[in-house]
């Protein structure tokens, strides 16, 4: 005769179930919170986009902890990026390739939607892609960060063997130069933040108390 289901280990087991993701919601923000109040030192980025963009603390930690130089599939440019993310909160459980970071699918996914290089703001990821050696498809990747006076990129470079902090200019004349074409232009995008306006609350009220201190 078999025998008959235990209703209250059921339900235990349910509730236990239904917990799961709230647990490990809460145990992924406690991470990137732990990652935050780690000293960055020397720190590749200036120390006024650490203050306005909280979330690039996480993604330089794992940089230097994987050796703070570039390695092709375990520290570069998007595995950097994809660090970005998951410190931005987005649900972003895999490394993305930069074939990923320029598909308007996965953007949306991950919480970005493209944009136009007219309207780029800090906090923004401008990708490209080319043709690169053995006939394959390549790209890079990189983040728009306000380093104070002006916005520039930072992004993980094999030219540069590491990450690399320069005018925005500069990183597109090089993504406009070995960018393909595609269509009627070139193979260079920008994502937004879909939360930007929730986002900029924080970063306005940031950016005021860095103009304070200077001023």
Same mark, same amino acid.
């Given at each position: ?46 120390? *006024? ?5 909280? =979330? ?17 599939? *375990? ?30 699918? *996965? ?6 939607? =493209?944009?136009?290089? =007219? ?39 094999? *030219? ?5 902090? =320069? ?49």
């Amino acid at each position: 005769m078999a025998a008959k289901p235990n209703r209250k280990r059921i339900t235990k087991l349910l509730v236990l179930l239904a917990a799961i993701p709230a647990i490990a919601t809460a145990g992924h923000i406690a991470v990137i919170h732990h990652f935050k109040t780690l000293p960055l030192n020397p720190s590749p980025a200036p120390k *006024t986009a650490l203050t306005l963009h909280p =979330e690039l603390v996480y993604p330089i930690h794992q940089y230097q902890k994987l050796g703070s130089r570039y390695k092709w599939g *375990t520290n570069d440019c998007s595995t950097f990026v994809t660090d970005y993310l998951r410190a931005s909160g987005k649900p972003t459980f895999k490394r993305l390739v930069t074939a990923d970071l320029y598909d308007n699918q *996965t953007m949306r996914m991950q919480g970005f939607s =493209e944009t136009s290089e =007219e309207n780029l703001r800090p906090g923004d990821i401008i990708v490209f892609r080319y043709t690169g050696r053995y006939n394959t498809m390549q790209g890079h990747v990189g983040i728009v960060i306000d380093a104070g006076r002006e916005n520039q990129v930072i992004h993980n470079s094999l *030219t540069h063997r590491g990450l690399k902090v =320069e005018s925005v200019s500069s990183f597109l004349t090089v993504a406009n130069r070995v960018a393909d074409r595609q269509g009627d232009g070139k193979m260079v995008k920008f994502f937004t933040r879909s939360d930007y306006a929730l986002w900029e609350i924080g970063y306005k009220h940031r950016k005021s108390k860095v103009t304070a201190t200077n001023s």
